[in-house]
C-alpha cells in the first residue's frame, strides 16, 4: 500500500517537472507536498480526512515528523498561492517560485 503513495508523488513530480504552464506545474508541485504528508500519516497509522483546513493540518503534521520547519513556512506559502488561484485573484507562482517549490518539495520526498 505504502508503495502506491510513493508511486503516485513520483508520478505528480514527474508532471511538475515537465509542465509546460505554469498552472500545471505548481499544481502538480503542492499535489506531491500533500501526498508526502498524507504517505507520512499512513506509514504512522493515521488517514488524512477532508474536512475544511485539512491541508493546513497535513503541512504541519508533516513539519512535525520530519522535524522541518520550512515545510510549514514553504507548505503554507504553498497553500496560500493555491487559494489565491482557486478562490482569488487568479494568481499564479512566477517560473522562479515554482522551480523553488518543486525543488523544496523533491527534497522532502528525498526525506521520506
Known amino acids: 500500500m505504502m508503495d502506491k503513495y510513493k508511486k503516485s508523488?513520483?508520478?505528480?513530480?514527474?508532471i511538475a517537472?515537465?509542465?509546460?504552464?505554469?498552472e500545471v506545474a505548481f499544481h502538480f508541485?503542492?499535489?506531491a507536498l500533500l501526498k508526502i504528508g498524507i504517505y507520512c500519516l499512513a506509514r504512522d497509522g493515521y488517514r488524512a480526512k477532508s474536512r475544511p483546513g485539512h491541508h493546513q493540518k497535513i503541512l504541519e503534521y508533516l513539519g512535525r515528523r520530519l522535524?522541518?520547519?520550512?515545510v510549514l513556512i514553504v507548505g503554507?506559502?504553498?497553500r496560500k498561492d493555491r487559494n489565491l488561484?482557486?478562490?482569488g485573484e487568479d494568481a499564479i507562482?512566477?517560473?522562479a517560485e515554482i522551480a523553488e517549490y518543486l525543488q523544496f518539495v523533491e527534497h522532502l520526498f528525498r526525506k521520506i
Do not use: F, T
Not at 67 to 70: F, L, N, S, T
Open 9 to 14: 508523488i513520483r508520478r505528480n513530480l514527474g
Open 17 to 22: 517537472r515537465s509542465g509546460q504552464e505554469p
Open 29 to 31: 508541485a503542492y499535489m
Open 67 to 70: 522535524a522541518d520547519e520550512q
Open 76 to 78: 503554507d506559502k504553498m
Open 85 to 87: 488561484d482557486i478562490y
Open 93 to 95: 507562482p512566477s517560473k
